[in-house]
C-alpha cells in the first residue's frame, strides 16, 4: 500500500491514524504542498494522481484520492480492528460526528480556500484568520453538544472510532492556527485521550519524514 | 421515517432521492431556510434538531444530520436497492466520486459561506458568483476526467449509485447559478439519464411541497 501525503494535510493525517489503528504497513510519500514548491502540480504527481491533490491511496488495484472514500475502504477490507460500531444506529452516529467535520469545517479551511480568500478577495492575513476562526468555532460548538450523548473515553464509547480520526487532525489545525479551545472542554479531553495512544502519535505531523526538522 | 429537509438544500435533495430510488415512503418536514424567516433557528426546530440545519433524519431511535451519514445508514438498512456496487474496490471508486462532490465542492458553496463572503469580506454579487463558479468548474473539471473511467449510463457503470446521488444536486445548483456545464459533457449526459428515471424526478427541488408554485 501507498499513502501519497503531505505532514500538514488533514485528510492525509486521518488516513495515517486509520492505517496505523489498524496496524497495517505503508509506503508514505510526501507531496510537497508549500506553495512556490506545489509538487502536487508536478508532471511526475500528475501521472500518479491526475487531479493532483493529497492524499492518494493505492492497494493494488485500487488507486483512488478523497479520505472519506479511502477510509471506508480500509474498513471494509482490513475489519479486524474496526473504526465503526456494529449496530446501524450506531454506525450512523459515528458517521455524523466525522461528517460534522468532513463536510461542515474542514473544506472551509484548505490551503486553497485561504489563498482564494487572499488572492481574489484582497482579504488580509486577520480577515483569513477570522474566516478560518469561525468555522472551527461554528462547528466545535455543534461536535461539542453532539459529544455529550455520545462521548465515553473517545468520541463515540470507550474505544477509538473513524469521529476520533476526523477530530484529532482539525484539534491539530485549530491549535495551529490558535483556535482558543477553552469553550470545548469534551473535545479537548478526547483529544488528549487519542493522542496518548501510539498509533495516533505515530501518524502525528510531526512525526513524519516531511515535516520539518524543529 | 421523518426528513426535515428544505427543497433547494441539496444535501436534503441528496437524501430524497436515495429515499425514492429505495421505494421508501416518509414523512417530508419543509423547513424554510429563506434568511429573515430561518425557520431552522426557530425554538421548535431546535429541539428536533439543535444543530438547527438540515436535513435531519429520524427513523425510530436514529436521529442523524449529516447527509453522508444518512445515506450510509440507508445503505446498510435498506440494501434491496443498493447505491453502492458490490465490490470493496469498486465501492470506494464510487464513494471517491461522491466524496469529490461532497467535500471539495458543495461545502464551499453553501447558504451560510456566500453569506459570509458578502457580510465579512464585503463581497459584490460578482465576487460571490465568482467563487461559486470556481469550485464548481475546478471540482467539475476534476469529476469530468474521473468519468472518463467510470461512467457508463451513470456516474458509475449502469446503474444509478450514491454517486448520482451527489450529482444530481450539484447540477442543478450550478444551473440556477448559471454556470456552463457545456466543458462536461459526461456530466451533463449522466445527469440527464438520471433526470429521466421516477426517484429522481420526484426528489427534484421543483416537486417538492414548499417550492414557490410557478
Chains 1, 2 share one sequence.
Request: charged fraction near 20%; charge should be negative.
Amino acid at each position: 500500500m501507498k499513502l501519497y501525503g503531505y505532514f500538514r494535510s488533514s485528510a492525509a493525517y486521518r488516513v495515517r491514524i486509520a492505517l496505523a489503528l489498524k496496524g497495517l504497513t505503508f509506503e508514505n510519500i510526501p507531496i510537497n504542498l508549500v506553495p512556490g514548491v506545489s509538487q502536487q502540480k508536478s508532471e511526475d504527481y500528475r501521472a500518479v494522481n491526475p487531479q493532483g491533490r493529497v492524499p492518494f491511496f493505492e492497494d493494488g488495484a485500487v488507486a483512488i484520492s478523497q479520505s472519506p472514500a479511502i477510509l471506508e475502504y480500509l474498513e471494509e477490507t482490513f475489519p479486524e480492528v474496526p473504526l465503526l460500531p456494529t449496530g446501524t444506529a450506531d454506525r450512523a452516529v459515528v458517521r455524523q460526528l466525522a461528517s460534522l467535520i468532513g463536510c461542515d469545517i474542514h473544506p472551509l479551511n484548505n490551503l486553497s480556500v485561504l489563498q482564494t480568500l487572499k488572492h481574489d478577495f484582497d482579504a488580509s492575513q486577520g480577515a483569513v484568520d477570522g474566516w478560518y476562526h469561525k468555522w472551527i468555532l461554528e462547528g466545535f460548538g455543534a461536535l461539542e453538544a453532539l459529544l455529550a450523548n455520545t462521548a465515553g473515553e473517545f468520541c463515540f464509547g470507550d474505544s477509538p472510532t473513524l469521529a476520533d480520526i476526523y477530530l484529532v487532525p482539525q484539534v491539530w489545525n485549530a491549535r495551529r492556527f490558535e483556535v482558543p479551545l477553552s469553550a470545548f472542554p469534551l473535545i479537548e479531553k478526547v483529544d488528549a485521550a487519542c493522542n496518548a495512544l501510539e498509533p495516533f502519535k505515530k501518524a502525528a505531523p510531526e512525526n513524519q519524514p516531511d515535516a520539518p526538522q524543529e
